[in-house]
């Protein structure tokens, strides 16, 4: 339970003020404007952004990502992945294999009720994980319409594997971005007495293309900590800041 960092998840407005002619004038921000990995990664929710008690996730030891968040080719391959359903077609496969995050932050929930692997079967973890790129707008609203379409081909039942059974189901979040989509995955654990609880949210705001995989993971007999009102807060956030 302790390397959440590698989980495979199913499927920003500043406004600057200038002082013209004793004159207050609130600077319009170019949406499709490519940013670089640099300015990315001073995009990326920080603790401060989120309701509650949050810590930065640097990953596994030996495979720690920069603090800064940007992401080079080196890095990206340490990434999550996203792995679609063997429903999903081969044109959302394609776009995502296509797509260069260069931004990433993980940052993990202080839950009161904490899991504490092995021997701990019940309480909570929680962790979001956010990734961003940025590319003409137009290849990402293709991209965003493949990926997107993938994500619908593989609502329903999930099978049982490794994890399971359980159930991939659409959630309606606040209008962020010029383009949007969230899932819930809900997928039992291994040998039951768990579920995890995994939002799957893509957004695209003009030249900017942001993931966020929002998860909490329930052991033993307790609720769902993450509802949709915590997801929309997070989105909220996110959003704001590209």
């Known amino acids: 339970m302790g390397q959440n960092f590698v989980l495979r ?28 990995a640099e300015e990315l990664a001073e995009l990326l929710l920080t603790e401060e952004d989120l309701s509650g008690d949050w810590t930065l996730n640097m990953g ?8 800064s968040g940007v992401i080079t080719d080196v890095e990206r391959k340490m990434l999550p992945q996203v792995e679609l359903c063997a429903e999903a077609g081969q044109a959302a496969l394609d776009a995502i294999d296509s ?18 692997p092995p ?15 940025s590319a003409d707008p137009d290849d990402l609203e293709s991209a965003f319409s493949d990926v997107a379409t993938g994500y619908v081909e593989c609502l329903g039942d999930v099978p049982a594997g490794e994890e ?17 989509i969230a899932t819930l995955a809900q997928i039992e654990e291994a040998g039951g007495g768990g579920m995890w609880n995994i939002y799957s949210v893509l957004v695209r705001e003009g030249a900017v293309l942001m993931s966020i995989t929002a998860v909490d993971i329930v052991l033993g007999d307790l609720e769902m900590d993450m509802d949709l009102a915590d997801l929309n807060a997070m989105l909220s956030a996110a959003s704001s800041k590209i």
């Open 9 to 36: 998840p199913c499927v920003l407005t500043v406004t600057a003020w200038l002082a013209l002619s004793g004159c207050a004038v609130t600077s319009v921000r170019d949406t499709n404007k490519i940013r670089s």
């Open 99 to 116: 797509l260069k995050w260069q931004g990433f932050r993980q940052l993990d929930k202080v839950a009161d009720d904490p899991i504490d």
């Open 60 to 67: 596994p030891d030996g495979a720690a990502l920069p603090a």
């Open 164 to 180: 399971g059974p359980g159930t991939i189901t659409e959630v309606e979040i606040e209008p962020v971005g010029d383009q949007r």
């Open 119 to 133: 021997a701990d079967r019940e309480g909570h973890m929680e962790f979001v994980q956010q990734f961003l790129m």
